[in-house]
């Protein structure tokens, strides 16, 4: 037989068994009644405990049965405990937990598990909790730091912020383990945090803050004001005493993109902030000290370039003309443009003047009142714009004067010149144009002198007023044009002067028509004495007709010179010769040329019949005479046949007739040789090879020439050039 029941109350049961009646053997037997849910537990070592430490809990009411635990971690490992039992029923459980996290405690009452069971404890690690990085707080604007603690298992995390007053904070429970805590500081002085987790510090306390009162941060320097472009700008970020902190500044060109720069802690507690612009333009500033905007953030700085400013229409002028130049500065970015005029250091009165308004464009002008160099200088913000200072050279041809024989009275085919004196007039080129009668440019050379005038050179080849326009920076000159008169003395013609006796009245004429405008200058003598004379105009102005009375016999030089210039042929002769006298005339008394044949006449008009001899005699030669009879008049003729000083004597009736012996002189240029001979100087083309302005020289020897004056001309395609001929010892001529 199987028997059952259930207990209702604690008292022992007694068990009393009977077959047919009777009460079977050993009965009545005892059954202990045990009760498990009257069995309690209770301590700290059900609830929130500390990992790596001991902890304990009792168990109470369990009379007469067996206690059994059963701790297990998060891990599921089994967690060592020790059971100590006590007195009326009572037993305590201690173990040390070494894992973060809820532990299973199963507590058995006699195979059964007591009131509460399985319990939970919650076991935690305050040195796992982690506090973010506190920032420095400014006063009056909220502070927040965050708190991690995720690894620390289960609890309760507390904050506290003093300064040295209590400050109230915010703790604001993210979930999972993290907290975000707020605070807004209230004064400069340090604030101390401290955090507990389950009222434990954590690692780390007491944590601090330090706080700065923004308000007291300034930010100044020339980086924040005008600055130029290209070139280092710096500011300075002063704390005024503040505690440490980063200084961290972001400049943005003005197109928006960042521009580098450097911050340096200087050893005053400043920070010196340098960049270098490279845009023109509002360049805006944001400085952070501490990780907070410092107030007045965005500061601004204005770029600038100086080298953008463009001056144009810089030129040269003249005295009492109104002058300047033009100035652009709308690409050069925010800034005032200055400017000042100098003349030798001297300030010049101009305006400025924006045209139109607010454009950057700027009219300069001043009106200079004397003819030197005047300087422009141009600022941009102070800053001397690119090319200055400007030049301008003033004028003032008033100033300029010619002078010299070259605009008088000149003659043709012979260099002359004249000079310009521009030293009171400025600094410019002087240039010159010079037109004959007919209108045809004649050639001139303008060179400068080391004392700062100008010499021009020129060779008049037409008779009559020449125009000579002198400019100065391309302006007249004072008394231009001038009118210089070229005249030509070889053109005065004179008509054939007769011989004749004494007592005989001389007459002939002179025709200037054709020599230009001038002075004739006219003389008579004998024998080294003047002879009176007489020149009055003829029917025509400029033929004059000259006449003199013969008072004595021999040769009669009659000089002729025009304007100072001695016409062709002068001085002319005439063979006065007494009554019966034989006389002699003809250029072959006087010049002649080898291998040429020169001639004279002897004439013996009114002379007895005597016999007339002749003789020619060169150097180292006699020459050969022919006689032609026709009268009273002998025609000779010879021909020299070397060069030098003649001596032809002539007698008549065994008496030298008067000017007896003369002496002609023979050259011959055929002898005129090239130094080195002509093909030293000569191209393959048979040509001289010449430059364009510059300076030819050809050396001749006329030494084998005989005695003589050499004269050159040279013909460009333009007309004649000037030329220069220079003598030296033995017969050295150098032509250039």
């Known amino acids: 037989f199987d028997c059952s029941f259930v207990p209702r109350d604690l008292p022992d049961h007694l068990i009393v068994v009977k077959f047919n009646g009777q009460i079977i053997p050993n009965c009545p037997m005892v059954c202990e009644i045990l009760d498990a849910g009257r069995v309690s537990a209770s301590g700290p070592g059900l609830g929130v405990i500390p990992i790596n430490r001991l902890t304990s809990f009792s168990v109470r009411d369990a009379h007469k049965g067996d206690i059994s635990v059963n701790i297990q971690s998060p891990n599921r490992r089994q967690v060592p405990c020790n059971v100590q039992p006590g007195r009326g029923g009572e037993y305590t459980v201690e173990y040390t937990p070494n894992e973060t996290g809820p532990h299973r405690i199963e507590v058995m009452y006699a195979n059964m598990p007591i009131n509460g069971s399985p319990f939970t404890s919650q076991v935690y690690d305050s040195s796992k909790v982690r506090v973010g990085d506190i920032p420095n707080g400014f006063i009056g604007k909220p502070n927040s730091f965050t708190i991690d603690a995720t690894q620390a298992g289960p609890g309760e995390v507390t904050v506290d912020v003093g300064n040295p007053m209590h400050v109230p904070e915010q703790l604001q429970n993210l979930g999972g383990g993290r907290y975000k805590c707020d605070f807004t500081p209230t004064n400069t002085n340090r604030h101390d945090i401290t955090v507990k987790f389950n009222g434990e510090l954590v690692p780390g306390n007491v944590f601090h803050c330090d706080v700065v009162d923004a308000g007291n941060v300034t930010v100044s320097g020339s980086g924040l004001d005008l600055i130029p472009v290209n070139q280092p700008a710096q500011f300075i970020v002063d704390p005024h005493g503040g505690p440490p902190a980063e200084v961290r500044v972001a400049i943005n ?25 490279k845009t023109v333009g509002a360049h805006p500033i944001d400085v952070h000290y501490a990780g907070l905007l410092v107030p007045g953030s965005p500061f601004e700085c204005i770029a600038y370039d100086a080298n953008k400013v463009r001056v144009s229409d810089v030129r040269d002028g003249f005295v009492g003309q109104e002058l300047g130049c033009k100035i652009d500065a709308s690409q050069a970015g925010p800034g005032t443009v200055t400017a000042e005029v100098q003349q030798g250091g001297r300030p010049v009165n101009h305006y400025l003047r924006e045209d139109p308004p607010g454009s950057g464009r ?22 001397s714009v690119q090319g200055s200072p400007y030049r301008e050279e003033v004028y003032d041809p008033r100033n300029a004067a010619a002078f010299g024989e070259g605009l008088g009275t000149i003659p043709v085919k012979k260099a002359t010149h004249f000079l310009v004196d521009p030293r009171s007039a400025g600094k410019a080129d002087i240039s010159a144009n010079i037109s004959a009668p007919s209108g045809n440019m004649v050639p001139s050379r303008v060179t400068p002198g080391r004392d700062g005038t100008y010499k021009v050179e020129y060779t008049p080849y037409e008779v009559g007023p020449h125009q000579a326009d002198v400019f100065f920076a391309g302006y007249p000159i004072n008394g231009s044009p001038f009118q210089p008169v070229a005249y030509d003395a070889n053109a005065v013609r004179v008509s054939e002067i007769p011989d004749g006796r004494v007592g005989q009245k001389i007459g002939f004429n002179i025709d200037t028509s054709r020599a230009g405008k001038g002075d004739l200058d006219v003389g008579v003598n004998v024998n080294n004495r003047n002879v009176p004379f007489e020149m009055e105009s003829g029917r025509q102005r400029d033929v004059f007709d000259v006449s003199f009375l013969a008072q004595e016999p021999g040769t009669h030089r009659i000089p ?5 210039d001695p016409v062709q042929g002068s001085p002319f002769r005439s063979e006065i010769k007494a009554a019966g006298r034989a006389s002699a005339s003809g250029e072959g008394l006087y010049r002649g040329q080898e291998d040429r044949t020169a001639e004279f006449v002897v004439d013996t008009t009114d002379c007895d019949s005597l016999p007339l001899d002749i003789q020619v005699d060169g150097p180292n030669s006699i020459a050969k005479c022919s ?97 220069d001929i220079e003598k030296r010892n033995g017969g050295m001529h150098f032509v250039s």
């Open 362 to 383: 700027y009219n300069l002008m001043y009106n200079p009142d004397s003819a030197k160099t005047h300087e422009i200088r141009v600022r941009f913000n102070g800053q």
């Open 627 to 723: 006689v032609e009879h026709r009268g009273d008049k002998h025609y000779v003729t010879y021909v020299p046949v070397e060069v030098g000083i003649f001596d032809i004597t002539l007698k008549h009736g065994g008496q030298e007739i008067d000017g007896s012996p003369f002496h002609p002189t023979v050259i011959d240029p055929r002898k005129v040789r090239a130094k080195g001979g002509w093909n030293t100087f000569l191209g393959s083309n048979g040509r001289l090879t010449l430059f364009v302005n510059e300076r030819y020289t050809l050396p001749l020897d006329a030494a084998e020439a005989g005695p003589g004056k050499m004269s050159a001309m040279v013909r460009g395609p333009t007309g004649e050039i000037p030329v």
């Open 560 to 564: 002729i010179a025009f304007n100072g």
């Open 253 to 277: 060109e003005p197109n928006g993109r960042p521009l580098p720069n450097r911050v340096t802690h200087q050893y005053d507690g400043t920070h010196l902030v340098e960049y270098t612009p």
